[in-house]
Structure formats: structure tokens, C-alpha cells
């Protein structure tokens, strides 16, 4: 019997039923006082941008009664957002490629498989393709929760900071490009190859997913060589090339390659989470719960961090991320990063700010975002 075709207009209605049953849903909560902070918004202006409301998704999470988990929820959700909202407007994405990376599924996590999703060869070509135009957003990895931060995003993020400051000259910058959300994304490595665990002479993947597997392959492997490449999914094309060549990466990456899973979840951390941040042209609208990065340089003199420490703590700010960073052409000098809950149309935001740039020799925002849960 031949499959009945679904029409055009019928996919419309279904749309259309489903954005209905997420206003519903955002409107009842609203009514109940739950989404306070999206009050008179719709469900569908709340993800104009593609992201999903996290304060709609957990409500529909928490109210379901239903068969499904809460992943699933969150994965037909999106979708769903995904495709309605690339019908109207469609979305541009560069990440670090080949096809299923971790940035890949970062960037699938947030925007959906409806966004054309553009995997370019480094983490600085993310930055060039939005801060060109190419690419309304770009997803990067910024910090691993084993291994620490991930400097190609860093550099990338200092030197947007530099063009914003009109680098020392105290003008604007031309660039707008900003953090405009983050992913805090799962991450389960897998061992990928060709052949058997026995003839492995050669591991290949990113030097952090590498590292975030270190014990494992100490103890599974001993004795063959580590080697780096340009992302976990290049290295599982190297792993389909060589047969005694593995590869780090993602199980999808396997499938894309040819190649079968030797060894699944070999991570050292089980809680391995990698926190990447979304950039783009365009502020995010504020959520009720935000978070601020920023990028400063305190003087070089004794007590000047301390200083810059203090100011959070007189406006009850609470920091969520810390990491300082050599400035390459400065011996001595570091950048700091940080981020902290908060948006800057509160007042008590406001002011910290301004303290911090006083006791600064520069000082850049990075953007403000909606605090996200651990997705994966
Ligand atoms: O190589 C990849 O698959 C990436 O997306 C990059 C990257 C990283 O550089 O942190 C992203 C997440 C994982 O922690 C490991 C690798």
C-alpha cells in the first residue's frame, strides 16, 4: 500500500497546534505567577531567536504526566522551535567541523537540525564567519569541566574585546559580536577505529578530549601515541584512513566514518560537561535569569584583584566563572574573565560595572545570556 502523503497545509495546522499548546502552556504558568519574568510575552516571541524559553521548557517538563522524559521533551521542543522558526527566519550557525564534533551537537542542542549549521576548519573561523557576517551565530567551546578552559575561544573572545575597546584608543570598535547564550553540554567520548583495540598504536583527537580521557588511555593503552588534531571528528576521518589509528569522539562521528565504537564513555570525569558559548551580532533579550561576562585588566600592583573582587561582593553578585589569561605581547600581564548571575539593567549590575572599569586599565562586556542547564 503506497504511504499517504502528508500536504503542506496539514503541516501547517500541526504547527500551528503545537505553538497554540506552548502559549497555552506559557500562558497558564504566566497566570499562575510561575514565568514572571516573561510576563506578556508569547511563547513564540520568547524564541524568536530559536532558543527555547527555559523557563516555558521546564514548565512543560515539570507539568508532563505523559510516557516521555524529560530529554525527549527537550529534544521534540526543539526541534519542533527549530523548524517552525526556520520557516520564517532561517538561522546561520558556523562551528568547529567536520560534521559531529561536540561543537556540532553543541550547536544542534541549541538551534535544532533546521538551521543550517556550518562547520568551518578552526575555532577562530567560528569568530571571522559571525564577525563577518556569514553567520548570524557561532558555537565555542569555552570551558571543560576536567580540563579547564579552552584558549583558541579565549584568545578569539580578548581579541573581540580589544577591537570593541577600539584597541587602547578608547573609541567603539566596528565589531558587535558578542556571547549571546551557552550550552553546557554532556560530553561522553567515545573510542573510535577501524579495526581491533589490540592493533592500536596511534590515539588521535582534540588535545582536550584527550586530555579529559588521560587515565583511561594510561591504563586501557599504554604506551601509544597520542597525537593531536584540528577536532574529534577530523581525527575519526585519520582513525578511517589508518587501521591502527583510533580516534576520539562522538559515537555519531563513528557512524559518519565508518567506524565502530571500541570503547564507549571513556571519560575520566563521569560528570564531564563542556560549557560552550554562543556568539552573534545581536544582544540577547533578557530572560529574568541572567548571567554577564566580561574581559579586564587590573593595574599591576599589589592588592588591584583584590580590589576588583570586592566590588562583587559589596553588590551581592554571585561569580560563576573566573579564569585569567596571559596577555601574549605583556610579560606579566593578564586579562581576566568573569561572569557572574545578573543583568546589566539592574542597578546594583550597573554599578559594579562602573566600579570595575574605574579600577581598570580596560574592561570590556562580553555579553549577557540566560543561564542554561546542563543539556545531554
Ligand atoms: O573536537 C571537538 O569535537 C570539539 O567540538 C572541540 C572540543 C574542545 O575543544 O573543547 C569540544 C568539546 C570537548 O570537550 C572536546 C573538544
Redesign the pocket.
Same mark, same amino acid.
Given at each position: 500500500m503506497a504511504a499517504k502523503k502528508v500536504t503542506a497545509a496539514q503541516l501547517r495546522k500541526l504547527d500551528r497546534q503545537l505553538v497554540d499548546l506552548l502559549n497555552e502552556r506559557a500562558a497558564a504558568a504566566i497566570a499562575n505567577g510561575e514565568l514572571a519574568e516573561a510576563r506578556g510575552e508569547s511563547a513564540v516571541d520568547q524564541t524568536a531567536s530559536g532558543v527555547a524559553d527555559p523557563a516555558v521548557l521546564k514548565y512543560a517538563i515539570e507539568n508532563n504526566d505523559g510516557p516521555l522524559t524529560a530529554n525527549a521533551i527537550q529534544a521534540i521542543f526543539r526541534e519542533l522551535l527549530s523548524g517552525i522558526r526556520s520557516a520564517n527566519q532561517p538561522i546561520r550557525a558556523a562551528?568547529?567541523g567536520p560534521a559531529y564534533?561536540? *561543537?556540532?551537537l553543541?550547536a544542534i542542542a541549541r538551534f535544532g537540525q533546521s538551521a543550517e549549521l556550518v562547520p568551518v576548519a578552526t575555532?577562530a573561523s567560528v569568530f571571522d564567519e559571525v564577525e563577518q557576517g556569514h553567520a548570524q551565530f557561532g558555537v565555542v567551546?569555552i570551558e571543560?569541566s576536567t580540563?579547564g578552559r579552552?584558549a583558541?575561544s579565549l584568545e578569539c573572545l580578548a581579541r573581540l574585546s580589544a577591537v570593541a575597546n577600539g584597541n587602547g584608543s578608547g573609541e567603539s570598535g566596528a565589531t558587535h559580536v558578542q556571547i549571546c547564550g551557552e550550552v553546557p553540554?554532556r560530553?561522553h567520548h567515545c573510542l573510535l577505529g577501524r579495526g581491533a583495540r589490540s592493533e592500536i598504536r596511534r590515539v588521535c583527537?582534540?588535545p582536550?578530549?584527550l586530555s579529559?580521557c588521560r587515565n583511561w588511555l594510561a591504563a586501557h593503552l599504554p604506551g601509544v601515541k597520542l597525537e593531536p588534531a584540528s *577536532?574529534?571528528?577530523?581525527?575519526a576521518s585519520l582513525a578511517a584512513a589508518e587501521p591502527d589509528t583510533a580516534a576520539i569522539?562522538?559515537e555519531q562521528a563513528a557512524v559518519n566514518n565508518g567506524l565502530s565504537v571500541l570503547a564507549r564513555n571513556i571519560e575520566d570525569n563521569a560528570e564531564?560537561v563542556?560549557r560552550?558559548a554562543v556568539i552573534g551580532a545581536r544582544a540577547a533579550d533578557r530572560t529574568g535569569r541572567d548571567k554577564t561576562a566580561l574581559v579586564f585588566e587590573a593595574p599591576h600592583e599589589p592588592g588591584s584583584l583584590a580590589d576588583a573582587m570586592a566590588i562583587f561582593k559589596r553588590h551581592r553578585l554571585n561569580l560563576t566563572w573566573i579564569e585569567s589569561f596571559p596577555i601574549p605581547s605583556a610579560r606579566g600581564r593578564y586579562l581576566f574573565f568573569l561572569e557572574f548571575q545578573g543583568h546589566p539593567a539592574e542597578l546594583r549590575v550597573k554599578r559594579a560595572i562602573a566600579s570595575l572599569q574605574k579600577k581598570s586599565l580596560r574592561l570590556s562586556l562580553l555579553g549577557s545570556y540566560a543561564e542554561s542547564e546542563v543539556v545531554g
Open positions: 562551528y568547529l564534533t561536540y *561543537s556540532h553543541a575555532i567551546p571543560n580540563d579552552v583558541d553540554l560530553i583527537s582534540k582536550q578530549a579529559q *577536532s574529534s571528528a577530523e581525527a569522539g562522538t564531564n563542556t560552550f
